[in-house]
């Protein structure tokens, strides 16, 4: 299973396979796009790259309750020069958990929708359970 | 020394990738199993190899590579087993051959007789083939390297090829200065015609005229062409524009010639070359391109080898067209002459005397008697000696080791490497980074420049290099618009051919850069101007002959820098556009009423050629005339970001305008501002800004149920504003509140209607609508597509950025109002709006055929344009109110009335320590005049008058701004300009000069021009005010004076009447001085006529714009005395060439 970096997301725990990550931003400056659509962020420039931001929680219709002003992103790996840099906003970012498989569960039966669709597989943690995400599902 | 050097690079780049294919395809080969595409592989590449090498001359790669060819010839036809033996041997070779790719220039140095009879052991029957060729070469002592007799063998089965594919053989015979150049008929024109009607076989001069050279009785080259065509003799004689006696049809095929006669010549030359050696001359070879050496240089082959025959002696003329027919990967381009002779004189007399590029020119050494010992053994033994008498070539070029060396670095210098265009758009990304991070940089030093000793030349030297940086980047992606141009020629030859009309295309500019996907994408809309040029354009010859035109007409293709875009011109000198014809054709389509097209002004008449569906050729020909096209070309041009400008002379012709910007990734944008958000508009599509002041906003914006109009010159501009399209809350700033609210009422500039009727009872607070002002200023940005405009409404405009557009990210491409992002000089990115888009999104439904009233539109744009005149508004003694034009006051003094002092019966005061005459204006004009009482005056002292006086005034009343309507026939007297009415009241403008004419005589007397001729001088201005000063001072100084409003009007007065001179304002509406210029040059007949700019611009880049249009002088226009000395002498100068 390999490496998982963990990140909070209105106090929801979730991780992403460290490979697929390029790099995790802090205070982005981003520029919103207006009339684009909801879970659009806005735009931010990463070394001349445009890279477009995500709210995933508005994408997993997770209960966002604080309209925090988040400004921690994690980017996306992407060829260089596609047009579609992605990056998506977090509270903050957690541990860089290594995962056996033994842990790992597909989400149960009772987590559908989107969001079941969305998460990979359930890590049983010691103290609380960790959602991996599935970034080419999300994007 | 090198033939076509400038091709070698690419040659040695992709000889290097075949050599490679060859090693590997060597080393991965299984010998048990032989793959035949893998031979086939190596077959092609060493072939290609072989080929590409003769084309450059390089005569040891040639062979070489032709052995191997050879060897992999017979593998592939199953006549030779591949062993490992073999492979060995071969891969040595290979190695060799790269050795020799990799230094071209010594190629020829290089040992490889080892390498040829390894090979040549394992060949069979094609080494004989191969080797009897070289033999049959060798038969000419002075033949080329390539096998005489192979050859005329391969000559021979592509005739025969030909003639049983229903082809004629032919052959033509004429005489170079007779037949072709005196007709203007290029031999290598003829090689194109050929091989566009049929198969080119090849062309020689004449071997029984060469003998006849050998007694003095030489008068012409004869040039031989063959070829082969499925036309009968009696058409070709049109399709390749040669007399029908000129053209044979050769019942035999190309003949070997009898070895013997070869020998005998050979050694008759042989013998002449070894006498006149023995009498010390030299013996040399100028090898030369027919056209582009000599033709071009207006060098004639006849007249030169005339000219060798009297400074020494001729041997022998080769030709022989620029390519081996072999492989015709290269076009012909040119016909090889190769003149050999001997002389007594040095290289560079040669040169000199016959004007010869010294490289040209090879001096040659022979070693005859060997070489003809060589040749007597050839028959007998096998091919592995031969090929190995074969090495040494005949005659080797003796090439001086330096330039061999210098030639080696340049290459190595000049060495280019193929990147991947991903890889320069990185560094394009990166390069503009670093520009950020530099003004970054700079902008957080600049406090620290003082304090930091040395960092200041640091920071200076980080900018340089950045710019510079960044502009080299740029670079790498323009290339040369002659990439495109040069498939044009061929085009048009071919349109001729087909249209049966007679033209010629002129190619300027080739050398302007241009972006790569730019130059990439221009290709078809210009092909297609090309194309509809030729056919509709251009009339039949005889057409043309009878309005008195040359024959061929004249298709220019001009691509030029200006203001920022890169122009391209389509000009040609066809017939022109017939507005009628357009017009009745497009209500005959139904794209427009009759009713629009009878008020339709002459541009918009054209714009409907770009409408789909349009066609107006009479007859549709293949060429053109499909009806697609036009549209689509102006789609595309649009799309890369450019715009299309049409300009059509009845019977002079058209030019079509392609402006394009330099590079599709930069462009020039407005960055402007909405609810805090910055956002890009590219400015192709603005038009122009209005800026409404609060105050006036609720009297320009009104409202069609509720929908927001401006009143823009007569038209009504729709208004959207950029937060309500982008789904933006508008706010307010509420200064009760101090804060920013959130806007809710939809019309926001109309609180007034709304207030009275008060609609909205659940907002509760009737105060809500209360007066509240608008408190910024408006702007709306104008914009433009086609023929539709709009008003985008925003709160601010930053100023103008290039910036550099990056893709939609795909996620956010549903967005309609956005085509692009871009990064900003700050660093933060900013959405590029798509105009078209917004229209779109805003629900903008443009009529299509709604066309304004143009008339009324121009007529309220002239009055627009008009230069408004700043007005110094005074009084003297008496009660009239005087007025003179601002530009020509210097300024204005207050003085007492003690100050003044008399002298004689002048007046004078003390003016900066220097005595200045002062007059007062009544005593000179029809004033009343009265005693005055007060003890202040006022002297406005003039500019751009010589002899400065004062103007002593008792009051001054204001400047005003205005448009004036001058009137000049009410009240008219000398000094006066003319009246006109300002608030209610009649103001007598002054005429300063006249003024100061009347006042002092003697040195104001303008030097009249000769009452008997009158020069007639076109007055072209706009302003009334300045049109009757201007009028007043020509008239007075004795010319007669035609006057036209604009440039337009100026030009059909000048058709219509015969001017010695233009007089011209550069600013006015319809057209400006500077087109008018540019139309006036461009007009045969008008070249030279003298003509003048006046203006109240005079900035020093005006005046290099308005000189570098054409304008002979740029004189400030209130200049009188200067204005009249200039025109004196300016028709004086151009006066003779009238």
Known sequence: ?139 | MLKNEEYIQSFIEEAKVHVETVENSLVNINLDLIDHEDVNTIFRAVHSIKGSAGFFDLTKIVELSHCMENLFGEIRNEELQIMGEMVDILLAANDCLKVMVDDVMNSQNIEIAEHVENISRFLKTDSKAFTNAKKADKKSALDKKDGFAEKAKMRNTIIEDAISHGHFYYMIKANLNEDLLKSDNNPVQIIQSIKSIGKFVWVKNCESELTSTMEDSFQDIVLEFYFTSVLQKSFLTEAINIHEQNIFEPSVLIEYQDEDVIKAESKLKSSMIEEAIEHGHFYYMIKANLNEDLLKCGNNPVELIKFIKSIGEFVELKLYAAEPIEYNEYPIEDIVLEIYFTTVLQKDFIAEALNIVEQNIYELKIEIDSQNEKDVPADEDHSATETKAAMPEQAEFEKPIDTVSKKNQQLTVEDSIRVHVSLLNDLLNLASEMVLGRNQLLRAMEKHRKSISGIDSVLQNIDHITTELQEKVMQTRMQPISNVFTKFPRIIKELAKKLGKEMELKLEGAEVELDKSIIESIGDPLTHLIRNAADHGLESPEDREKLGKPRSGTILMKAYHEGGYVNIDVIDDGAGINLDKIKSKAIEKGLVSSNEVSIMGEQEVLQLLFKAGFSTAEKVTDVSGRGVGMDVVKTNIEKLGGTIEIFTTLSRGTTFRLLLPLTLAIIPSLIVQVENQRFALPQVNLQEIVRIKPDQVTRKIEYINNSEVLRLRGGLLPIVHLADVLNLKRTYFDPEANEKKEEKRKTLFGYIQQNSENENPDKGAKGYFKMRAVTGILRILVIKIGSRKLGIAVDAIHGSEEILVKPLSSFIKDCKCYSGVTIMGDGKTAMILDPEGIIVKANLRFNEGNIENYDARLDEEVENIREQQNLLLFKCTGPETLAIDLSMVSRVEEIESSEIQRIGDKEYINFRQDSLRVIRPEDFLMLNKQESNGSKFYIIIPKLVKHPMGILIEKIHDTIQRRIILNHDEISAKGLVGSTIINDKIVLLINVYELFEMADPVNYKIKKVNEHKRPKILLVEDTPFFQELERNYLEEAGYQVLIANHGKEALDLLQQNNVDAVVSDIQMPIMDGIELIKRIRADKQLANLPVMAVTSMTGDLQKKTGLDAGFDVYEFKLDKIKLLEVLGKLLEERGHVI
């Open chain 1, 1 to 139: 299973m390999g490496k998982v970096l963990s990140f909070y997301i209105n106090d929801s725990l979730f991780g992403i396979n460290i490979t697929l990550i390029r790099e995790i931003n802090r205070n982005v400056e981003y520029t919103p796009v207006p009339d684009a659509k909801p879970y659009i962020v806005g735009l931010f420039n990463m070394r001349g790259q445009v890279v477009t931001l995500f709210d995933i929680s508005k994408l997993m219709g997770i209960n966002d309750q604080g309209h925090l002003q988040r400004t921690t992103c994690i980017i996306l790996k992407a060829p260089a020069n596609d047009p579609n840099q992605i990056g998506f906003l977090i509270d903050k970012p957690g541990d860089v958990i290594d995962l056996d498989k033994e842990e790992c569960e597909i989400p149960p039966a009772n987590v559908v929708g989107i969001e079941g669709e969305y998460i990979k597989s359930v890590v049983k943690l010691k103290d609380r359970l960790l959602m991996i995400i599935d970034p080419d599902k999300i994007f």
